[in-house]
């Protein structure tokens, strides 16, 4: 198993076409196919603007699966990590979670 490093820069994420299948699911469940609403600010979203926001984090055990993906905008995506989620959601706290869970 190679080395963890808390980043989210890995096959987690499933390849390109995966991550489109995701969106247009997003666009589907949450909207009419074409557009959907930020869940945190109700910006319409298309599938060039889109992002899929985890309701549990990564780093604690969140998959992107159907059941825990929902739409958000890029800004709210970002601020989520320190500020919507405030307790549950800390970018630190996490990278800790993640050194503890793989020891
Ligand atoms: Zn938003």
Redesign the pocket.
Known sequence: MPTKRGTSNSNSRGSSKDRKARRQYLLSKFGDGKTAP??????PLTDATITVDRIVPGCQGGKYIRSNIQP??G???SKDGNLIKQGKRLDISCGLESLVSSS
């Open positions: 930020c869940v945190y600010c109700g910006e958000a905008c800004l709210c995506n």
